[in-house]
């Protein structure tokens, strides 16, 4: 067995980037194939596009606070729901994961960087431009039919809509060819992190010893590779359909709408567990530090991963229920969707395990976690809800399921991601971001979510279908879209606090150290930020937490692994 | 006159009809709905009692394992796991999941594979953008948006079983008081039934996102005694009204471009892009909902459509003010 050795810090860095002028220094993110850089890009370009989609947001939860209301017309409500969904799932929530997973796989495996540092560099300017094309829509050309369209298809851009004959103009192909060249690079991101886990770990590391995130990772680069596949396939077929007269889903001709729905699902719900797992991967490295504790149940951790990652290939169609699928199809798909909550839920009993018997430190990284706890298991409740067949033919397509999936996109994946820019901002920039302002941050946005998405719930169950963009008197639907409207403020305020905090403590923060919450993995080892390269000498661990057995000699880990 | 004495509330540019009855889909009145929420209330009773449990033990974690004030500063017992453990949590899981997926099946079954009786009204739904058309095989009748069905007594129930075709892009058709939502696609029939047993109007609307103005793509569901049915039936299928005092209106239905998207029975009028009108006063709203049916607003909706419902497909007709007047006076006399 090899013994431990303490990582060093490199010293390849070199305090003299700070005084190069700034266009040289502009030019080297640009060209930049380093992990760090890129990973912090990837999390700019994120929270740029998390403004934007909140922009929208609010839009439309003005426009739908009160009845009849006029705040925007038809047409624009379309487009703002639209491009919100699309905005949020593939131009912040998977960059911005993709961005820690870039920064922090390398350096929690002790690699000096990513397996393809130049394809990693590739991989994040096709998922930029395809944000950035998605939005020329609002300014660029649509034709004859009118200068500057977005999409207003939906999210899920459900054919026939899509067809040339519903769908004039060129919004619904910036949509498409959007997602086409993000897709590429989020492939490239799979690739380039399935290969970096499996092939670039420091001596000792073996796939058992390996922190969860890493863990998460692998499998989350995984399904990318299986899971966007069937995504851009149909976007090709939906091209082929507009411009060279095919007929896949042009149901006039006896193509098949039936058919998006499936290629569109069958990446949809791997989808949101590439966007869960990732967010997993955050609470299973914080909830420990937080509690004092290991992780408990690890190998159980990791297998319930690899398990939602199988399981969850095979619920697709409980988007469909209502699509008229016979009842032994429905059936088939009520079992997988229910079994894919056994192992999603057996995680939340191992961080409960986790926190159980620890000393628990209320720190803002671990109030964004246990907010994720408890928003995730309810999320979890209400999918259960939505499983049930029969009960999703009422409440699909209403304003419960948008309840739902914001319960766990924002109670779930959103918070633990506020929770990893708490925890890893000072190894980022080299400075601890502000309790105050966090707690602030936390309580504040908590409120908003509540009031916005548990009232959210209410309308759907009497019987108000999502995307409509008003909505009659006399419903009962006023009063909760009101009180709905009015929790978006709070979630408003608590950005602006987030934001003001990223700024002043990029500034004014205090200086944070090596490791500043005693913490047991080994990017905590490295100087914040790290150098180039992380590590002047490879690390070599002897178990999953190295920096635990350095601080407890008389007690290390590996005796018990 | 039907319209006016429904209508109490007409307010805003959609003076959209109060009808005080909220379509919770927690007030089945069909056996559909009825299934769907006693396997829901299965189901809350199932999760609520989870939510309890493992909430409960993480609150309890949270207090009882805070770090106090008064820490010793050295760092808790580490444990990585049990077996046992591992497995109490796996197994009862799955326990759950097994019952919920029994019952659901039974419910899915129950729903989905029940056969018609051979006395079930048949009714054929067409999704438009953005309206529903309602043909009733049985008796050759054409409506639109308003669905009349007669009641259902459980003793011998008269169930009626609607299939769904859409003319153009996906919908979904929802009534939640009735039945679960079923989605109305281009290229593939589907089906669904509903034996409503109280007499009442029950609202829905479509559910699934089809274009600019899916929001006023309203529907409303009468469900007449058996009497009022069989009145209802047969005087939709008498031929349109022709009347001759407004053969003038007429004559600017017939000339124009109404013709091209609308039916008219035994008239010239055989489109089959827009409503069947041959009875259009017996309907209480115009634009699927959007507007009360009176004399006054059948006028602004043929005047501008679009102006009421923005992205509906219906064109500006373009008529002087006395030809629409004229024509708004023979469309009145359609009842």
């Given at each position: 067995m090899v013994s431990q050795s303490l990582p060093q810090v490199g010293a390849l860095g070199s305090e003299r980037a700070r005084q190069k002028p700034w266009t040289e220094r502009a030019h080297e993110w640009v060209v930049t194939v380093d992990h760090k850089k890129l990973g912090l890009m990837y999390i700019f370009y994120a929270l740029v596009f998390l403004v934007i989609g909140g922009v929208e947001a609010t839009l439309m939860r003005i426009q739908l606070a009160v009845p009849n209301a006029h705040f925007v017309s038809p047409e624009a409500f379309n487009e703002l729901f639209t491009m919100h969904g699309t905005t949020m799932i593939f131009f912040v929530a998977m960059p911005i994961l993709f961005g820690f997973a870039n920064y922090l796989?390398?350096?929690?495996?002790?690699?000096?960087?990513?397996?393809?540092?130049?394809?990693?560099?590739?991989?994040?300017?096709?998922?930029?431009?395809?944000?950035?094309?998605?939005?020329?829509?609002?300014?660029?050309?649509?034709?004859?039919?009118?200068?500057?369209?977005?999409p207003s298809v939906g999210w899920w851009a459900y054919a026939p809509?899509?067809?040339?004959?519903?769908?004039?103009?060129?919004?619904?192909?910036?949509?498409?060819?959007?997602?086409?060249?993000?897709?590429?690079?989020?492939?490239?991101?799979?690739?380039?992190?399935?290969?970096?886990?499996?092939?670039?770990?420091?001596?000792?590391?073996?796939?058992?010893?390996?922190?969860?995130?890493?863990?998460?990772?692998?499998?989350?680069?995984?399904?990318v590779l299986a899971g966007i596949s069937p995504l851009t396939a149909a976007q090709l077929m939906l091209c082929v359909d507009r411009y060279l007269g095919g007929h896949f889903f042009d149901t006039q001709a006896g193509g098949s709408a039936v058919m998006w729905m499936h290629f569109f699902w069958v990446f949809g719900h791997p989808e949101v567990y590439i966007l869960v797992i990732p967010a997993f991967a955050f609470a299973s490295e914080i909830i420990p530090v937080f509690s004092r504790k290991a992780i408990f149940g690890y190998p159980v951790m990791v297998a319930a991963t690899v398990a939602i990652a199988f399981v969850s290939f095979s619920v697709w169609a409980h988007h469909m229920f209502a699509v008229g699928l016979p009842s032994y199809g429905n059936a088939f798909f009520v079992l997988t969707s229910m079994v894919v909550g056994v192992p999603t839920g057996i995680k939340i009993f191992n961080w409960l395990?986790?926190?159980?018997?620890?000393?628990?430190?209320?720190?803002?990284?671990?109030?964004?976690?246990?907010?994720?706890?408890?928003?995730?298991?309810?999320?979890?409740?209400?999918?259960?809800?939505?499983?049930?067949?029969?009960?999703?033919?009422?409440?699909?397509?209403?304003?419960?399921?948008?309840?739902?999936?914001?319960?766990?996109?924002?109670?779930?994946?959103?918070?633990?991601?506020?929770?990893?820019?708490?925890?890893?901002?000072?190894?980022?920039?080299?400075?601890?971001?502000?309790?105050?302002?966090?707690?602030?941050?936390?309580?504040?946005?908590?409120?908003?979510?509540?009031?916005?998405?548990?009232f959210m719930h209410i309308p759907g169950i009497l019987g108000m279908p999502r995307r409509i963009y008003t909505y009659e008197p006399g419903r009962g639907w006023g009063i909760w879209n009101l009180?709905?409207?009015?929790?978006?403020?709070?979630?408003?305020?608590?950005?602006?606090?987030?934001?003001?905090?990223?700024?002043?403590?990029?500034?004014?923060?205090?200086?944070?150290?090596?490791?500043?919450?005693?913490?047991?993995?080994?990017?905590?080892?490295?100087?914040?930020?790290?150098?180039?390269?992380?590590?002047?000498?490879?690390?070599?661990?002897?178990?999953?937490?190295p920096l635990w057995d350095l601080k407890?000699?008389?007690?290390?880990d590996w005796q018990y692994e | 006159m039907l319209g006016a004495s429904g209508l109490t509330a007409a307010n805003g540019a959609f003076g959209v009809i109060a009808v005080g009855s909220v379509p919770n889909i927690f007030t089945p009145a069909s056996t559909p709905a009825d299934q769907i929420y006693k396997l829901a209330l299965f189901v809350l009773v199932i999760t609520g009692v989870i939510f309890l449990v493992v909430g409960g033990l993480l609150a309890y974690s949270l207090v009882k394992f805070r770090r106090r004030p008064n820490d010793d500063g050295r760092e808790p017992g580490q444990i990585y796991g049990s077996t046992q453990i591992e497995l109490a949590w796996t197994v009862i899981p799955m326990l759950i999941?097994?019952?919920?997926?029994?019952?659901?099946?039974?419910?899915?079954?129950?729903?989905?594979?029940?056969?018609?009786?051979?006395?079930?009204?048949?009714?054929?739904?067409?999704?438009?953008?953005?309206?529903?058309?309602?043909?009733?095989?049985?008796?050759?009748?054409?409506?639109?948006?308003?669905?009349?069905?007669?009641?259902?007594?459980?003793s011998s129930p008269s169930p009626t079983y609607l299939t769904l075709l859409s003319a153009d892009v996906a919908h979904s058709f929802w009534?939640?008081?009735?039945?679960?939502?079923?989605?109305?696609?281009?290229?593939?029939?589907?089906?669904?039934?509903?034996?409503?047993?109280?007499?009442?109007?029950?609202?829905?609307?479509?559910a699934m996102y089809?274009?600019?103005?899916?929001?006023?793509?309203?529907?409303?569901?009468?469900?007449?005694?058996?009497?009022?049915?069989?009145?209802?039936?047969?005087?939709?299928?008498?031929?349109?009204?022709?009347?001759?005092?407004?053969?003038?209106?007429?004559?600017?239905?017939?000339?124009?471009?109404?013709?091209?998207?609308?039916?008219?029975?035994?008239?010239?009028?055989?489109?089959?892009?827009?409503?069947?009108?041959?009875?259009?006063?017996?309907?209480?709203?115009?634009?699927?909902?959007?507007?009360?049916?009176t004399p006054d607003g059948l006028q602004r909706w043929i005047e501008n459509a679009g102006a009421i419902k923005p992205g509906c497909q219906m064109p500006a007709m373009d008529l002087s003010p006395q030809e629409l007047a004229e024509l708004v006076a023979y469309l009145e006399t359609l009842r």
């Open positions: 796989v390398p350096l929690m495996i002790g690699a000096q960087d990513m397996a393809f540092p130049r394809l990693n560099a590739f991989s994040f300017w096709m998922t930029a431009f395809g944000g950035l094309l998605l939005y020329f829509s609002f300014i660029g050309g649509s034709g004859v039919y009118g200068a500057g369209s977005a809509l899509t067809a040339k004959a519903f769908s004039p103009g060129h919004s619904t192909d910036y949509w498409t060819l959007a997602l086409l060249v993000s897709g590429i690079g989020s492939i490239g991101a799979g690739v380039n992190l399935v290969a970096t886990v499996l092939c670039m770990r420091c001596r000792g590391m073996t796939l058992g010893k390996m922190p969860l995130l890493a863990w998460l990772n692998l499998v989350m680069g995984g399904m395990g986790t926190m159980w018997g620890g000393k628990i430190i209320f720190a803002t990284p671990m109030l964004f976690c246990i907010g994720f706890l408890f928003q995730f298991l309810i999320g979890g409740l209400t999918g259960i809800m939505l499983a049930a067949a029969p009960f999703d033919w009422q409440l699909n397509d209403s304003y419960f399921i948008v309840a739902h999936f914001h319960y766990i996109i924002v109670g779930g994946i959103l918070f633990t991601i506020f929770a990893a820019f708490y925890y890893w901002y000072p190894k980022f920039i080299g400075r601890l971001m502000d309790e105050r302002l966090g707690k602030w941050h936390f309580w504040l946005f908590l409120i908003g979510f509540h009031l916005t998405f548990d009180i709905v409207t009015f929790g978006v403020a709070f979630q408003v305020a608590a950005m602006l606090v987030f934001v003001v905090n990223l700024v002043r403590s990029y500034y004014k923060g205090k200086p944070a150290g090596n490791d500043p919450w005693d913490a047991w993995t080994l990017e905590w080892s490295t100087s914040s930020p790290p150098p180039e390269y992380n590590f002047a000498v490879p690390p070599v661990v002897k178990s999953r937490r407890h000699p008389e007690d290390p | 999941v097994l019952v919920l997926f029994l019952t659901t099946a039974r419910v899915i079954h129950g729903i989905e594979d029940a056969q018609a009786p051979e006395h079930a009204l048949d009714v054929t739904v067409v999704g438009h953008q953005f309206w529903w058309e309602f043909r009733y095989p049985q008796y050759g009748v054409v409506t639109a948006n308003e669905l009349h069905v007669p009641v259902s007594d459980p009534v939640p008081q009735l039945a679960g939502k079923t989605d109305v696609i281009p290229n593939h029939v589907n089906h669904t039934w509903i034996d409503p047993q109280q007499p009442g109007v029950y609202l829905g609307q479509c089809c274009g600019t103005q899916h929001a006023h793509m309203l529907l409303r569901v009468y469900v007449d005694s058996r009497a009022d049915f069989d009145r209802w039936i047969h005087e939709q299928q008498q031929p349109a009204a022709d009347d001759p005092d407004v053969a003038a209106g007429r004559k600017i239905f017939e000339v124009t471009a109404c013709v091209n998207c609308h039916s008219l029975r035994e008239t010239i009028a055989d489109g089959r892009f827009g409503p069947d009108l041959t009875h259009l006063m017996s309907r209480t709203t115009l634009g699927a909902g959007s507007m009360p049916n």
